[in-house]
């Protein structure tokens, strides 16, 4: 069984496709810059010039899909996929502009550890888009992404709880606090976006059952 709007006819399997290479690439950027923290610069940039490119491959996405007949069902998930893909990119360009502005001193080991998980959770989705292209369940894969999902909110709940365990005693130390907590959420949206595109993934070859 192949799926109506990823058979050949259309251009949404090239696109998500393209959406998810490059979102894999500002992924392993990110790590890349917390790894050389605080000389992120470089990575940073090149975070920025993917986010972009994902902004165009949207924008295309949603023109291919005005001049596309398929179900109502269908446009609503190539329209939740879009957009989970952005968000996805929107949370690591936030991630790498607040390590880059916020002037912080040290990044947590919990930090590399979430970065790493984002990294492993992002390198899935090429494999399911391959898989639900074939009209297939995703299978052993959700295995894998419930685990590495649970590790990431268990380094989350760590880094949480050493910033607010901390006895700051200066209005800087306050700041710094501050800071990291808005740094974690967006780690947070970045992963919940992620994991949202691999359930739309899946609940598409369901509907298609």
């Not at 069984?1 to 500002?26: C, D, I, K, T």
């Not at 490119?53 to 291919?64: A, H, N, Y």
Request: glycine share 6%; proline share 3%; hydrophobic share 45%.
């Amino acid at each position: 069984m192949r799926l109506s709007f990823f058979g050949p006819e259309f251009r949404f399997y090239e696109l998500f496709a393209a959406q998810s290479n490059h979102l894999v690439a500002a992924a392993g950027l990110l790590r890349e810059a917390i790894f050389r923290f605080p000389l992120i610069t470089e990575p940073g940039a090149k975070i920025h010039e993917l986010g972009d490119l994902m902004e165009d491959i949207s924008r295309e996405i949603i023109r291919e899909l005005s001049m596309t007949s398929i179900r109502a069902m269908d446009r609503e998930d190539v329209h939740e996929l879009n957009h989970s893909f952005i968000l996805s990119s929107n949370a690591v360009r936030g991630i790498v502009s607040r390590l880059g502005l916020y002037g912080l001193r040290t990044v947590a080991p919990s930090v590399h550890e979430m970065a790493e998980d984002l990294v492993e959770m992002v390198g899935q989705i090429p494999k399911i888009l391959e898989v639900v292209n074939r009209g297939q369940r995703i299978g052993d894969l959700s295995s894998a992404i419930s685990a590495v999902r649970k590790e990431f909110d268990h380094f989350l709940l760590v880094g949480l709880g050493e910033l607010y365990e901390s006895e700051p005693s200066m209005s800087a130390e306050v700041m710094e606090i501050v800071k990291w907590s808005q740094i974690y959420d967006r780690f947070e949206e970045a992963m919940d976006a992620i994991h949202r595109i691999t359930i739309i993934l899946d609940s598409i070859v369901l509907k298609g059952i």
